[in-house]
């Protein structure tokens, strides 16, 4: 069982870490060209990946093959998204560039590894106060349940809003 | 830095085969972890935690110290983790791209060439980077590539935050970047 999950996981890691690199969406100055709204090559990449993997994943919960499940809104969201996207501006990448960077030999990234998993610890070590303070009440994820309407009235147009972004970036920004 | 673009995967397709990726994932994920739920890189980087939090003692019974050491969950994400290191190399190296560098070209031309000063940046910049994934529950890859395609509520505003504080914060950090060929 325990060999299942370590080679599932290194393939995992190693397809994910190779289509990344090979893109070209671990570079430093690519996410700090998203960032700083002049390249827009990690945009059109996340967003066509998003509206893919979007319609799969509903039409195979249609077919009761898999069971989505939404994450709830708290106030952990709002704030830890902001905490995350500052550091994420300030060190040059996300978690999952970071190890591939490592391997592309960006030293800085193995401090990069070191200081995430303190940034977790230092939040278990917290975890008494942020409970009480922003974990305390959410609301349901699940957009379709919470608005009452069927899921493809949501997929649809915000794939359709997607496609739209992608279209108009990429007839004026060519980073292919 | 010159970007050879003839090297690189144009976006479509590599937005395309993560997205493959990322539905399989969660699909043999949910057999072999038996839990329905978006996978992610923050995990992994979790059980580094909580091995540490094991290590220091007296956290046995801190709630995320328990969830990031769970087997198998926390465990495989370890893995995909020592997967990305390699996925990464074999990617540089058969591109050509593969070189050591120990601070980013851009960031030297406009930030100097220190070493120390690079280090601390990245050192802050990490441990809030694994703060907030923790308390948004999720990074890039579990809250936007996974959280926006299942359209959790949650992910979309954690995103979305994501974005305007990290653009904020490149202005403040780059100022005066101007032209599109600043960043190439």
């Not at chain 2, 601070?103 to 990490?126: C, D, N």
């Amino acid at each position: 069982m325990i060999l299942i999950n370590i080679t599932f996981g290194l393939v995992v890691g190693f397809l994910f870490g190779y289509i990344l690199t090979r893109t070209g969406i671990t570079k430093y100055p690519r996410v700090m060209g998203m960032l700083l709204l002049q390249d827009f090559k990690i945009l059109k990449f996340m967003l066509t990946a998003i509206t893919s993997s979007m319609i799969i994943f509903y039409a195979l919960g249609d077919l009761g093959l898999i069971t989505l499940t939404m994450k709830n809104l708290d106030w952990g969201k709002p704030v830890g998204g902001l905490i995350f996207g500052m550091g994420m501006a300030i060190l040059g990448y996300c978690p999952g560039t970071i190890a591939a960077r490592i391997g592309e030999g960006k030293t800085e990234s193995i401090l990069a590894v070191f200081g995430t998993a303190l940034g977790i610890f230092i939040y278990a070590l917290l975890i008494k106060p942020i409970k009480a303070l922003l974990l305390s009440s959410e609301i349901n994820g699940n957009m379709s349940i919470l608005f009452g309407i069927n899921h493809w009235f949501i997929v649809i147009p915000i794939a359709l809003v997607f496609l739209i972004i992608i279209y108009l970036v990429n007839r004026k920004f060519h980073d292919d | 830095m010159q970007l050879n673009k003839s090297q690189e995967w144009h976006w479509f397709k590599g937005g395309i085969l993560v997205s493959l990726l990322s539905v399989a994932t969660y699909f043999i994920f949910s057999a072999i972890a038996q839990r329905n739920y978006p996978f992610g890189i923050t995990a992994g980087f979790g059980y580094i935690a909580a091995t540490l939090g094991n290590l220091l003692g007296g956290m046995n019974e801190n709630p995320v110290i328990k969830r990031f050491g769970e087997k198998p969950d926390a465990f495989i994400e370890l893995f995909i983790l020592i997967g990305l290191v390699i996925g990464g190399y074999a990617a540089s190296k058969i591109s050509k791209t593969f070189f050591p560098e120990l601070l980013p070209a851009m960031w030297e031309k406009y930030h100097g060439p220190s070493i120390i000063k690079r280090y601390l940046f990245v050192l802050f910049g990490s441990i809030a980077l694994g703060f907030g994934a923790a308390l948004s529950a999720g990074c890039t890859t579990g809250n936007i590539l996974q959280g926006w395609a299942l359209l959790s509520l949650g992910s979309l505003v954690a995103g979305i935050c994501f974005f305007v504080a990290g653009i904020a914060t490149a202005k403040f950090l780059y100022p005066n970047v101007g032209g599109k060929h600043d960043t190439h």
